[in-house]
C-alpha cells in the first residue's frame, strides 16, 4: 500500500463508493446508467466542470456539429425525436446529455468542480484510492476512466507563438463574444472542426487566411432541416425512427468502417469515396482548377478522420479567403511569415490543430498506478498502447477505461459507450456474485487480443494506403493506429455482451472483510 495515502495506524477496508466514474461526458453518463440498470447505486460521477456534457458542452466554436447522423450519434435506448437537422448541432448535442442525465436520475450521483489528480491501486484492500487536486482523498472498489480522449487542446509546434500581441483563440476554448468582424484573421489546421469552423467566420471577418498542412477528403454532407411532421412521426412510431437509424448505421458503418478495416478485401470501397469527395471538391470550385491540387489529399480515405461539408470548399472562392499551403516559418508579433518570405498581418488567430489523443498524460488524464507500481502514462508509451476489447489492462484490477485503445468504433462515440459499458458492467456484477475484491483480466487473454488486433490491422487502410502523408491523430509515436477498434459494431456489441467471465481472473484479499463487499 502506498503509506502516504492515509495517516500512520489507520487502516481503510471498506470503499466510499463501490464505483467511481472520472467524467461526466457520454461516457460518463452510460456507464452510470448501465450500472443503475443492473441494480448499482453506489456511484459517484466526478467532473472538473460545472456541468454534464463534456465534448459538447466545452466546444462552442462556429459551425460546430455532428458529423455522423444525428439517428446513429445517440444512445440506442433514449432516441431523440426532436433533432432539428440530420446533423445536430452542437448545442442540441450539450442539452440532449442534460435531458438523458436528468432523466435516468445520474445528476445526484455527480460532485462538479472536482479534478483527480492521482489514483492508485491499493494491494492490500483492493481498493483505488484518489487524489484530487483539492487534497482530498477518495477509495473506491472499482474505477472507471471516462474522460474521453478529446479534453487537451494541442497547439501547434511553431516558434514563436508566444510573441504574438493579437488574440489567440483555439477552437476548444471558444469566447462567445469574440467578434471577428472587420478582422484579419489566420486559421492553421485544416481538420473536421475546421472544416466547420471555416464556411461561417468567412462571412464574418474582413480577411481569413488559412494554412493547410495536410488537406482532407471531404464528402458531400446530406443535411436537412427535419420537419415538423417527421418529428411527430418519430414520437409517436419511435419503431419509424429505429427504421431511421437502422439505414444511417448501414451508411457509416460502410463509410466509416468496413472501406478503413477491411481495405486490402475491398480496396475499391475506399476508391469510391475518394472519387466522391473529389466530385465534391470540384463541383463547389469548377471554375477553380488552381486550387483542386492543393485540396486534393496525397493519402488513403480513411488514414485520418474524414468529414462532410457542402461549403468548405466553395469558401476557397470567395474574395476575402486564402487559401495557404506553404509552410510556416514562425509566428511573429503580428502575423505569420512563411518559408516563401512572405509575411501575413492579422488580428486574430485561431489554432484549429485538435487534440491530444493516446499521448502521455492524455488518456487517462491524470497519474493512475496500478497493483505492478507503474503508472499507466508510463506504461503504454513505453510497451504500445493495448487494452483488452479497449477497456482493461493486466496490472491495473478494477479499473475500466471507456476510451481505450482500439476501443472506439468509427461509426458513433456511443455505440463503444454502450458496449464497454456492458462489459464492465458485467464484470462488476460477476465480481459481487462471487463475493470478489479484485478483477483483473488474464494477461495471456489479453496478450492474445493484441496479437490479434494487430493481425487485423494489417487489413486496414492504416498500414496500405499512404497514411504516413496524413498527419493524423490516429497515430500514436509507436506507429500503430490505436484509436480505432478493427472490427464492426456489430461484432463490439455481441463480444461485450457474450465474452466469457473466465478470461479475468476474481479474487478476493484475506485482509478484507467480506462484508465489505457488496
Known amino acids: 500500500m502506498n503509506m502516504s495515502a492515509?495517516?500512520?495506524?489507520?487502516?481503510?477496508?471498506?470503499?466510499?463508493?463501490?464505483?467511481?466514474?472520472?467524467?461526466?461526458?457520454?461516457?460518463?453518463?452510460?456507464?452510470?446508467?448501465?450500472?443503475?440498470?443492473?441494480?448499482?447505486?453506489?456511484?459517484?460521477?466526478?467532473?472538473?466542470?460545472?456541468?454534464?456534457?463534456?465534448?459538447?458542452?466545452?466546444?462552442r466554436y462556429p459551425g460546430i456539429a455532428v458529423d455522423i447522423t444525428s439517428f446513429t450519434y445517440s444512445y440506442s435506448?433514449?432516441?431523440?425525436?426532436?433533432?432539428?437537422?440530420?446533423?445536430?448541432?452542437?448545442?442540441?448535442?450539450?442539452?440532449?446529455?442534460?435531458?438523458?442525465?436528468?432523466?435516468?436520475?445520474?445528476y445526484p450521483h455527480i460532485r462538479f468542480g472536482v479534478e483527480v489528480a492521482q489514483a492508485r491501486f491499493d494491494t492490500t484492500t483492493d481498493l483505488w484510492v484518489l487524489r484530487l487536486s483539492n487534497g482530498e482523498r477518495l477509495r473506491c472498489r472499482h474505477l472507471v476512466s471516462a474522460c474521453g480522449g478529446l479534453i487537451s487542446p494541442k497547439l501547434p509546434d511553431i516558434d514563436g507563438l508566444d510573441d504574438f500581441q493579437g488574440q489567440i483563440v483555439h477552437t476548444a476554448r471558444w469566447p462567445q463574444d469574440?467578434?471577428?468582424?472587420?478582422?484579419?484573421?489566420?486559421?492553421?489546421?485544416?481538420?473536421?472542426?475546421?472544416?466547420?469552423?471555416?464556411?461561417?467566420?468567412?462571412?464574418?471577418?474582413?480577411?481569413?487566411?488559412?494554412?493547410?498542412?495536410t488537406p482532407i477528403w471531404?464528402?458531400?454532407?446530406?443535411?436537412?432541416?427535419?420537419?415538423?411532421?417527421?418529428?411527430?412521426?418519430?414520437?409517436?412510431?419511435p419503431g419509424v425512427q429505429r427504421g431511421v437509424r437502422g439505414i444511417t448505421d448501414s451508411v457509416s458503418e460502410t463509410l466509416m468502417v468496413l472501406s478503413a478495416?477491411?481495405?486490402?478485401?475491398?480496396?475499391?470501397?475506399?476508391?469510391?469515396?475518394?472519387?466522391?469527395?473529389?466530385?465534391?471538391?470540384?463541383e463547389q470550385l469548377p471554375d477553380r482548377e488552381d486550387l483542386w491540387d492543393k485540396l486534393h489529399p496525397r493519402y488513403g480515405f480513411g488514414c485520418k478522420r474524414p468529414t462532410f461539408?457542402?461549403?468548405?470548399?466553395?469558401?476557397?472562392?470567395?474574395?476575402n479567403v486564402e487559401l495557404i499551403t506553404t509552410p510556416i516559418r514562425r509566428i511573429t508579433r503580428q502575423g505569420i511569415s512563411t518559408e516563401d518570405g512572405q509575411s501575413r498581418r492579422i488580428d486574430v488567430l485561431i489554432l484549429a490543430t485538435g487534440y491530444k489523443t493516446f499521448e502521455k498524460g492524455n488518456i487517462p488524464s491524470f497519474e493512475l498506478i496500478g497493483s505492478n507500481g507503474i503508472d499507466l502514462g508510463d506504461f503504454w508509451h513505453d510497451n504500445r498502447y493495448q487494452a483488452y476489447e479497449g477497456l482493461t489492462i493486466p496490472g491495473y484490477p478494477n479499473f475500466y477505461i471507456m476510451l481505450g485503445p482500439y476501443a472506439l468504433i468509427g461509426t458513433s462515440y456511443f455505440k463503444m459507450v454502450e458496449g464497454n459499458?456492458?462489459?464492465?458492467?458485467?464484470?462488476?456484477?460477476?465480481?459481487?456474485?462471487?463475493?470478489?475484491?479484485r478483477v483483473e483480466i488474464r494477461k495471456t487473454v489479453h496478450d492474445r487480443y493484441f496479437a490479434d488486433i494487430q493481425q487485423r490491422q494489417q487489413n486496414t487502410v492504416f498500414l496500405n494506403h499512404n497514411c504516413a502523408l496524413s498527419n493524423s491523430y490516429y497515430f500514436d509515436h509507436h506507429g500503430d493506429a490505436p484509436m480505432l477498434r478493427p472490427s464492426t459494431s456489430v461484432e463490439m456489441l455481441w463480444r461485450a455482451r457474450h465474452l466469457p467471465m473466465s478470461h479475468y481472473r476474481f479474487e478476493h484479499t484475506a485482509e478484507v472483510e467480506v462484508d465489505s463487499v457488496k
Not at 435506448?77 to 442539452?95: D, I, K, M, T
Not at 458485467?426 to 475484491?437: F, K, L, N, S, V
Request: contains cysteine; positive net charge; charged residues 25%.
Open 6 to 59: 492515509f495517516p500512520q495506524g489507520q487502516r481503510h477496508t471498506r470503499p466510499d463508493h463501490e464505483v467511481i466514474i472520472v467524467g461526466a461526458g457520454i461516457s460518463g453518463i452510460g456507464v452510470a446508467i448501465q450500472l443503475k440498470a443492473d441494480g448499482e447505486e453506489d456511484i459517484l460521477i466526478l467532473d472538473r466542470a460545472d456541468d454534464v456534457g463534456g465534448t459538447w458542452r466545452d466546444n
Open 77 to 106: 435506448f433514449e432516441q431523440n425525436a426532436n433533432w432539428s437537422r440530420v446533423f445536430a448541432p452542437g448545442e442540441e448535442l450539450y442539452h440532449y446529455t442534460r435531458r438523458v442525465a436528468s432523466k435516468y436520475g445520474i
Open 178 to 213: 469574440l467578434d471577428l468582424r472587420d478582422k484579419r484573421v489566420a486559421v492553421i489546421g485544416t481538420g473536421a472542426t475546421a472544416v466547420q469552423l471555416i464556411p461561417e467566420i468567412a462571412r464574418q471577418a474582413r480577411h481569413l487566411d488559412v494554412y493547410q498542412r
Open 218 to 237: 471531404v464528402l458531400k454532407k446530406p443535411d436537412n432541416a427535419l420537419p415538423g411532421w417527421l418529428k411527430t412521426l418519430f414520437r409517436t412510431l
Open 261 to 282: 478495416i477491411y481495405y486490402r478485401q475491398a480496396p475499391w470501397l475506399v476508391r469510391a469515396c475518394e472519387k466522391a469527395a473529389l466530385n465534391n471538391m470540384r
Open 309 to 319: 461539408s457542402n461549403e468548405y470548399f466553395s469558401t476557397f472562392a470567395r474574395d
Open 421 to 437: 459499458a456492458i462489459h464492465l458492467s458485467r464484470c462488476i456484477r460477476e465480481a459481487r456474485r462471487r463475493r470478489a475484491t
